[in-house]
Each structure stands twice: as structure tokens, then as C-alpha cells.
């Protein structure tokens, strides 16, 4: 114990070091795309980022990857507080943004290139302005979920000295919120241990912009919902889709729990009811939001490469909430095209005036990064 101490002070310096740096501007050196000749937004690439599993990052990736993340949770963000008061880290300005946008970019055909842009755009954020040069991560659910894993509870994704932290403590739901009770739900209150102890969660709950919200970062774990939509087998008919249109739609279920897809099956078997991941809206307020939805991006690329290169013009989907083709129907809004806007507000981090569209991020090699492991339905 007194040797942990002594080692956990000295972490705690280097914590306090790299803010320090982080703080002054030291690492606001752009490194990777934005080629300036380039009219494309994402520019030429001087190299391939290839994204990996985090079990599989050194450690020393993995510590360096903890401490970006927290450099960009406590400098200051770019959103004026005459916009959004509550809006105050640089981390702030990209859960804002996604805050209010989230009945344009959910349920919609450019969900996943909206996510694949946002997840692109911390990792750029990370590495010019917080440092990172390690491997991005991303959260292979096959290995914490269904037979012969250790269980969603006891993923060493969560350690509580160099990782995310796990579950909070387990809080009953109140009354109000009773028709919203996630099944299996198993916590709801704080994180307690990792990297993102103490963190606060400036924004929300919900839409609410002010502050005044404030709280900790909570989890409220559900393994029963990780087995029904993490599994092996629910990815596998994932996959099996045979358009983009019938990918998304699976990809994102419906809006009911019953409904899950994937993408659900993460918010809602790590955030459950009460947790960050679980709010519509503020679920990027967990920096486990990544992890998700760089698998689910990963997920997107292995379909995409099943029949390539056709399928990086494979898109469609309403562009408006909820507003899918169903036969006798009339739809509200046209379908999303491959020239639907995507846009991130204050937490933009492409040239600026240079406007990104759903065709900028259907490659993402484009985007100058790569996974180094993609699904086979075949081998699922
Ligand atoms: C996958 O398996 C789980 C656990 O047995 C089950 O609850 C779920 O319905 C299955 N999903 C699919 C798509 O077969
Ligand atoms: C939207 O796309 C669907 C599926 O491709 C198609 O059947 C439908 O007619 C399209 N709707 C509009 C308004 O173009
Ligand atoms: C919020 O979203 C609206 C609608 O998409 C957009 O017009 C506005 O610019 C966004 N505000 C900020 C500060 O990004
Ligand atoms: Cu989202």
C-alpha cells in the first residue's frame, strides 16, 4: 500500500506537469494531414495513423493517451460563454457541439459519417494540441463480451490505475425516469477509480448548456445488455447487410431498448440509465465514447472493405430525424446525399473555411488513419 502511495504521488506530478504544459500551448503544433495546396479537407497525408485495440497500446501509450485526454478536460476551450456558458474545456467544445446537434446527426443516413468525423477530430485534437503520438484506440467488444470473456464488469478497459475507471455504485432509478430503466442496469453513480476520477461534466444533463449541471462522470454498467447487442453474433448480422441503407438502419436500431443496434448496445451497456454514455446528448461527456465509437467506425471501414472500393460511394438514409422510407409512405425531408454538410462548430479541427461533406470521410484513408485488425462476418 505505502509503496502504491509513493508511486501514485509521483503519477500524480507528472499529471500535474503535463497540464502544465498542456496549459501553455506547448504541443499546438499541427502534425499529420492539411496539406495546404490541397483543396480537399482533410489535405495529403504524411502518414497513416493505424488505429488499435487498447489492450493492445504499450503502456506507456496507454498512460500518454490518459493524459492527452485529460490535457484537452482542463485547457480552455474555444466557445465563447456568451453561446454556451457551460462550455468552458477545449474537451467541452466537442461534447457541445454534439449537444446541439443531436436530433441532426442521430437516426439519420449520415450518422456514421457525422461520428466518423467527430471521432477523427479528437484524435487530431489529442495529437496537435495535447501531444498524443501513440496509436488511437478502440474498444473490441468481441473480447469483453459473450462465452469465454472475462464479462463487460471486468474488462481490463476499465483498471483503475491505467485505464478508464469502472462502474459507479448502484443507485435506484427515480420514479421520473422509471419507463427509461435500461434491463440488467447494475450502478449509476460515480466513477470512482482511473484516469477520469475526479472528472466533472460541465454540460448537460440533457440540452442544458448553462453549467449549472455540473456533476461527476457516472456509469451505470449493464452486462445483460452487452451479451444482447455486443455479442459476436449481433455484429455478425450486422455485416451481413446489403446496403448502406439496411447497414445504418441496423447499425443503429431503433429508439427503444428492444430496438438496439450496436451502436445502442455500447451507450447503453456502459452509461445504463443514470451514466454519461446512456444520455442521447451528452454522451460524449465519457471519454469511453471514443473507445465505442471507434469500433463502431471500425465496424463501418470492415463493411465498407467487403466490397470495395463500391462501397465508398455506398450511402443513403433520411436527412432528417427518424424520417426512414417505409413503402406508402411520404417522407418529410429528401434522403442524405454524399454532399450533406458535416459540421463541428468550435470543435472544427480541418482548415478553416474548407467545408466537410458526407464524401470527404467515406474513405478513410483520406482521413490519413487505418485499423490494424477489420471483422469478417464469415469468421464471426
Ligand atoms: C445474440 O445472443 C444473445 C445472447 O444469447 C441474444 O440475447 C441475442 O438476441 C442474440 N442476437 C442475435 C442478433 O441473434
Ligand atoms: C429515399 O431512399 C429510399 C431507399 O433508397 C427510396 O426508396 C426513397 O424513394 C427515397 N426517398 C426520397 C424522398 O427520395
Ligand atoms: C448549433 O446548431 C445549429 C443548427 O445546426 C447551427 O446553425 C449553429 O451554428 C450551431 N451552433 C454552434 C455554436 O455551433
Ligand atoms: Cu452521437
Known amino acids: 500500500m505505502a509503496i502504491l502511495s509513493v508511486a501514485g504521488r509521483r503519477i500524480m506530478t507528472f499529471v500535474t506537469l503535463v497540464l502544465l504544459l498542456c496549459s501553455t500551448s506547448v504541443f499546438s503544433v499541427p502534425t499529420g494531414s492539411g496539406g495546404s495546396t490541397s483543396t480537399k479537407p482533410f489535405g495529403t497525408c504524411k502518414k497513416i495513423w493505424v488505429r488499435k485495440e487498447w489492450r493492445d497500446l504499450t503502456l506507456v ?56 468525423y467527430y471521432t477523427w477530430t479528437i484524435e487530431k485534437m489529442l495529437r496537435d494540441e495535447a501531444g498524443y503520438t501513440g496509436a488511437f484506440p478502440y474498444w473490441d467488444w468481441h473480447r469483453d463480451v459473450g462465452v469465454g470473456t472475462p464479462g463487460l464488469a471486468a474488462s481490463a478497459i476499465w483498471d483503475g490505475i491505467l ?61 445483460y445488455f452487452a451479451g444482447r447487442y455486443l455479442a459476436k453474433n449481433q455484429t455478425k448480422v450486422t455485416l451481413q447487410a446489403k446496403n448502406f441503407y439496411d447497414f445504418d438502419v441496423v447499425v443503429e436500431g431503433g429508439p427503444s431498448f428492444e430496438a438496439s443496434g450496436v451502436h445502442g448496445g455500447g451507450h447503453y451497456s456502459i452509461g445504463g440509465t443514470l451514466g454519461i454514455m446512456g444520455d442521447l446528448y451528452v454522451s460524449p461527456g465519457d471519454p469511453a465514447f471514443w473507445l465505442h465509437h471507434a469500433n463502431l467506425d471500425r465496424v463501418w471501414w470492415s463493411w465498407q472493405k467487403l466490397n470495395y472500393p463500391a462501397r465508398l460511394t455506398d450511402f443513403g438514409g433520411p436527412s432528417c430525424l427518424m424520417d426512414y422510407y417505409v413503402p406508402g409512405k411520404t417522407q418529410a425531408c429528401p434522403n442524405a446525399t454524399l454532399d ?9 479541427m480541418v482548415k478553416a473555411n474548407v467545408g466537410v461533406k458526407v464524401r470527404d470521410v467515406m474513405n478513410i484513408l483520406d482521413m490519413c488513419y ?4 477489420l471483422l469478417n462476418p464469415n469468421t464471426l
Not at 496507454?62 to 465563447?80: D, E, V, W
Not at 470512482?192 to 451505470?220: E, H, I, Q, Y
Request: glycine share 14%; hydrophobic share 35%.
Open 163 to 223: 485505464g478508464f475507471g469502472g462502474n459507479g455504485d448502484y443507485l435506484p432509478v427515480p420514479p421520473e425516469q422509471a419507463g427509461f430503466a435500461v434491463p440488467g442496469r447494475t450502478g449509476g453513480g460515480c466513477v470512482k477509480n482511473g484516469a477520469f476520477k475526479n472528472m466533472v461534466v460541465n454540460l448537460g444533463p440533457g440540452k442544458d448548456f448553462t453549467g449549472n449541471g455540473a456533476r461527476c462522470l457516472s456509469r451505470d454498467f449493464s452486462p
Open 340 to 348: 450533406q454538410p458535416l459540421n463541428l462548430g468550435y470543435a472544427d
Open 61 to 116: 501509450d496507454r498512460f500518454q493517451y490518459l493524459l492527452a485526454m485529460n490535457c484537452i478536460l482542463s485547457k480552455p476551450g474555444r466557445t465563447p460563454r456568451s453561446i454556451w456558458a457551460g462550455a468552458k474545456t477545449r474537451y467541452d467544445d466537442l461534447v457541445a457541439t454534439h449537444i446541439n446537434q443531436t436530433f441532426e446527426v442521430h437516426y439519420v443516413g449520415h450518422f456514421l459519417p457525422f461520428h466518423r
Open 370 to 373: 487505418d485499423y490494424d485488425v
